[in-house]
């Protein structure tokens, strides 16, 4: 049985996750909700952000944080680029399964990339902070978690702000809820998509660079990733950005309580499991139906 205070930091550390998966997983919703588009991509790009981070730091001694004022901007011109150049050529009837084909390719061309300027030796950025750790009532956490929990707070309440609060946030929603129905009261959706994508791999950056704090890093470990935050959407509802962070914080605070009997391997299986579950017997998701409405 363990104790009460492997529990509770089990439980402050799920929860933590939670929040960095929510970040994570927060483009791959816009993606889908705008044009229903799988991006396979997005996890090689939060890993390309990490190899940003580590490289800033250990080139220029700049704190991985500060490399966002670059990596951010350049992300959401890269995400407009790939929507307009490749993504809106494809045909609507088969845009789904194709974007599936496409961002593939382009996770493998990062990868390859990122092998071929860093090789496949494992990366890990050295903060002066990064053994550091904070008591809560016996637990101890990292500061480079409370960092990146603290990273995924602001990014998405940036997010929604942006959504709620603004006319560019009324179109992108807008379009999510139905496309044809936006163009006809005057909205370029095409021009939205575009600035969809582009906040979607703008939020990959924040997510990539609150990875590489604490994690180790090397060319294929998007492959790692794109599983359960594929997981993640379709648990929370695809589309949904609520449902997802929802989602994300359940399933994190899930795997953390497992890791204790488990261990670290066997507890990722959640997601594979809720994934199931929710396919088998709820494909629309659990979060996603009245939070999809109202956000």
Known sequence: MPSAGLLLQSVILGLLLGGLYALLAAGLTLYFGIMRVVMIAHSAFLILAAYL???????????????????????????????????????????????????????????????????????????????????????????????????AVVALAALYLLMKKTTFGWALRATIQHRDAARLVGIDTDKVAGYGFGLGLATAAIGGTALSLDTTIYPSLHWHWIGPLMA?????????????????????????????????????????LALFATLAFRPQGFFGGRLAQRF
């Open 232 to 272: 993640i959407i379709v648990v929370g509802g695809l589309g949904s950005v609520p449902g997802a962070a929802a989602a994300a914080v359940l399933l994190g605070l899930i795997q953390s309580l497992l890791q204790i009997p488990l261990g670290t391997t066997w507890a990722q299986t959640i997601f594979y």
């Open 53 to 151: 981070a580590w490289w800033s730091h250990s080139r220029f001694g700049v704190d991985p944080l500060l490399s966002m004022i670059v990596t951010v901007p350049l992300f959401f011109g890269a995400g407009v680029l790939l929507q307009r150049a490749l993504l809106s050529r494809l045909r609507a009837i088969t845009l789904t399964m194709m974007s599936v084909l496409l961002t593939f390719a382009v996770a493998l061309i990062i990868e390859g990339l990122l092998g071929y300027a860093f090789t496949g030796t494992q990366r890990r950025v050295q903060l002066g902070y990064g053994s550091a750790s904070l008591g809560l009532f016996g637990a101890r956490i990292a500061v480079v978690k409370l960092i990146a929990f603290g990273l």
